[in-house]
């Protein structure tokens, strides 16, 4: 797909205006242009473009808050999309984003490079990018810069994981005092990880991922209610949503469920996602004799339905730049237990929105959910309460709001 199969015909029509005009043409088209009409087209001249990077195209957060911005910010910008091919392509392709691809790195480095450029310098010849908004890979700060170096870069961190993530966070430092004009890091923890590693106080900015407020879709509640075999009437039912790896805690939580079983044999856990460590996990359900009570959702698309059905919400996660999916069930006036990693502990509020408990630590989870399935009106106040902090912190607004200010900022300087 090349970028001109995603002009619209208002673009089309003025583009052939400006061609008409350059040629002094006294005719411009003998399509009959109210006022009205003509600003709005002289409008999308004058917008700003706005080129999105990323670096991979998952089902994961980063691509969901790239498409978010891009989405809600679309009347204000011109908008298009550098990134690989990848499982989460669809939406950006639904919305007919200009979108060019270019091959991961990691995988086809030499390919991937001469690729990016081509992508990269045919996006800025068919409407000239006023700022690029890189996101996760601060190795794609330099490609932008060393083929486009009077384009300001903005870079959004979301977080690395692993043993190597020290190394990652010190290179993203690095090259973000160098080549990048402003940096947003998505929790305080995050940004304090970077100072750790002496990226510049004036380039960066707090920005929290904000998610907007979605309403529940009562006959799709019932397909998933059906789907699961679930039932709120015999009941109980905790869930999490996370990709199903190392990182996000999952066998604790697997585990914090065997030991409430005794108390609440009508419990029942939702995990909703993919991952290298599905069968693993699969297996340790069954070798725990707790099958009839743990449910593998895999990725749901429409996951705020599936968080409406969940009493309480946990996020065990082992390292966390930010919970995301927290913020959606908070949305949804779900109470969380969360784990004492990277962002969790800004988003929820302990005593007061849910609890927080230390990683890799079963026996807590088990009791701050006992503790809540124990005492009806604390869950309902935690939740209620988790809902106002998302409205005060995370709603979808914010952000549109302070990334605007971000770009509007590289644009002066």
């Not at 807590?364 to 935690?382: H, K």
């Amino acid at each position: 797909m090349v970028l001109s199969d995603r002009i619209s015909f208002g673009d089309l029509l003025l583009l052939n205006i400006i061609l008409v005009q350059s040629s002094a043409c006294m005719q411009i088209s003998s399509v009959q242009l109210s006022p009205t009409e003509f600003s709005v087209l002289e409008d999308r001249l004058t917008m700003k473009h706005i080129l999105y990077v990323l670096p991979y195209m998952n089902l994961g957060g980063t691509e969901k808050q790239a498409f978010s911005l891009m989405n809600n910010l679309q009347q204000q910008y011109h908008i298009s999309l550098l990134a690989p091919d990848g499982l989460g392509a669809k939406p950006f392709r639904d919305a007919k984003f200009p979108y060019l691809e270019f091959p991961r790195l990691e995988q086809n480095l030499l390919g991937g490079l001469t690729q990016f450029r081509q992508s990269l310098l045919a996006i800025h010849c068919q409407k000239p990018i006023d700022v690029v908004h890189v996101h996760g890979a601060h190795e794609l700060i330099l490609l932008v810069k060393l083929f486009l170096p009077r384009v300001p870069v903005v870079f959004t961190v979301h977080g690395y994981h692993g043993r190597q993530s020290p190394i990652s966070y010190r290179l993203a430092a690095f090259f973000c005092n160098w080549f990048a004009n402003q940096v947003i890091a998505v929790s305080q923890s995050e940004l304090e990880l970077l100072g750790v590693h002496s990226l510049k106080v004036h380039k960066t900015t707090l920005i929290y991922n904000g998610v907007a407020e979605t309403k529940p879709n009562m006959y799709r509640i019932a397909e998933l209610t059906e789907q699961f075999s679930l039932n709120s009437a015999t009941q109980i039912t905790i869930g999490t949503a996370a990709r199903l790896s190392e990182a996000k805690g999952l066998r604790y939580l697997i585990l914090a469920v065997a030991q409430l079983i005794d108390r609440h044999p009508e419990i029942k856990l939702i995990i909703a996602g993919e991952g290298e460590l599905e069968s693993e996990l699969h297996q340790m359900v069954i070798d725990l004799g707790i099958s009839k009570h743990v449910v593998f959702a895999g990725y749901v698309a429409d996951l705020h339905n599936l968080l409406y059905l969940m009493k309480i919400f946990v996020l065990p996660s082992l390292q966390e730049p930010f919970g995301l999916v927290c913020a959606e069930a908070m949305a949804l006036g779900k109470p969380i237990v969360g784990t004492n990693v990277g962002g969790i502990p800004e988003q929820v509020v302990h005593g007061l929105t849910g609890f927080i408990v230390p990683p890799k630590d079963s026996n807590a989870l088990a009791e701050s959910i006992d503790q809540l399935l124990a005492d009806p009106v604390l869950l309902a106040a935690y939740g209620q309460k988790g809902y106002e902090r998302y409205q005060e912190k995370f709603a979808l607004a914010g952000m549109l709001h302070d990334t605007v200010d971000i770009y509007e900022k590289v644009l002066l300087e």
